[in-house]
């Protein structure tokens, strides 16, 4: 939650349908997860939406 009049802050959420499950139990940053996922996503969306404490 951004700190009151701070402006606009941006958040952006990704959702991936895979076709096969991750390694379970395995920590990922977000390079490793990424490099995990190659070759199983299906489709993607995002939403970005902007928020603002005044």
Known sequence: MP???H???RYVFQLFALDKAL????SFN?????RE???K??????LTGLF???
Request: net charge positive; aromatic share 0%.
């Open 41 to 46: 996503i299906l489709a993607r969306g995002r």
């Open 30 to 34: 977000r390079k490793a997860l990424l």
């Open 52 to 54: 603002e404490r005044k």
């Open 3 to 5: 700190p009151v009049s």
């Open 37 to 39: 996922m190659h070759g």
């Open 23 to 26: 390694s379970a139990g395995v």
């Open 7 to 9: 402006g606009p802050h």
